[in-house]
């Protein structure tokens, strides 16, 4: 294990999570892929291996802060692009369920070929946009935990994830620094789909001590049957109210 390994587990550890040998090669299995893939498409910025360490894997693993991934729950990624925050979760929690949507057929052929790598079980990855895949009813109200990371602001995201997730269950939304307008943006989204505000949790990257937010928002009840709209119009036209 060499320093940047060491370095996830002791942060990890902080999050309460405990990575084995096993889990922090499968972490180093996936930044090789990640770069590698990074060649030939367009999956991320950042590339350098301490700067992936902790602005996708550890950030990704803050998510356990917000919602329970203990047992076999199911999550659903939406717009996971390279796999974040879905990998990280999966290898840390290996129980978990993992669903992975993202309208780009070429990162999902990259997230099936990291889900064959890593051997991780338990993953379906998903081409499609959000917006059709929860029309269908082996999608729609179903998952416990639903997540989404730099897809979109966050009164549409709100319409692509929250018909995914079952009544009790939980949106966590990652987020950057500024937030205000977003959230007092997103009420009425959050009315329209039968969901509500828990609280937003402020954290701090632990090198870069550039800010986060999870914003937690549990859903209610079921999605009301005029959601989410025809693909494409919840970004074009997020739902704002008057
Ligand atoms: N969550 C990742 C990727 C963010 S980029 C990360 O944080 O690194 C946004 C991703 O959302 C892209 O891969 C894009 O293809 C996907 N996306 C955008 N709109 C979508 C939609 N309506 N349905 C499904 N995926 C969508």
Redesign the pocket.
Known sequence: MDTVQQWLQDQARQLGIALSERQLEQFELYYRLLVEWNEKMNL?GITEREAVYEKHFYDSLTVSLAADLQGDSALAD?????G?PAYPLKIAFPQLKITI????AK?IRFLEEVASALQLDGVVCLHG???DVARLPEHRDRYDVVT????ARLAGLNE?CLPFARSGGVFVAMKGSDLTDELSESRFSLNKLNAGLREVKKLELPIERSERHLVVIDKKGPTPKAYPRK?GVP?KSPLLGS
Not at 78 to 82: H, M, Q, V
Not at 148 to 151: D, N, T
Request: aromatic fraction near 4%; charge should be positive.
């Open positions: 991320t939406i717009g996971s692009g390279a974040f949507v993202d309208a780009l990162r946009r959000a917006e989404a990371r730099a897809v692509l693909a970004l």
